[in-house]
Nanobody, 115 residues
């Protein structure tokens, strides 16, 4: 079974920073988009940021200017740099690697913003 693995979550104070990373095995080929979704308690999963293999990026309005997504073109690796974190950023963050024939999701990593 193909596994996509996230890392870098944790507990941080408001205004702090975290960097999430996600890696997929080399067996995943033909990736078109890499993305980070998040799901807060009692809410639906939402797209936080995504990046195409061409380098185009999109962000959720509430994180634009604070979050930055990047990827390693030579490896199945994507990062999410999160700065100036707010209470409302608390959620489980999921990595997605989308290919022409299917989606690969990670298990999620918890990000908690608390004082």
């Amino acid at each position: 079974q193909v596994q996509v693995m996230e890392s870098g979550g944790g507990l941080v104070q408001p205004g702090g920073s975290l960097r999430l990373s996600c890696s997929g095995p080399g067996s995943i080929s033909g990736i078109t988009v890499m993305a980070w979704y998040r799901q807060a308690p009692g809410k639906e999963r939402e797209l936080a940021a995504r990046i195409t293999m061409g380098g185009s990026t999109d962000y959720l309005d509430s994180v634009r200017g604070r979050f930055s997504i990047s990827r390693d073109k030579t490896r199945n690796l994507v990062h999410l740099q999160m700065n100036n974190l707010k209470f409302e950023d608390t959620a489980v963050y999921y990595c997605l690697m989308r290919t022409s024939w299917g989606d690969y999701w990670g298990q999620g990593t918890q990000v908690t913003v608390s004082s």
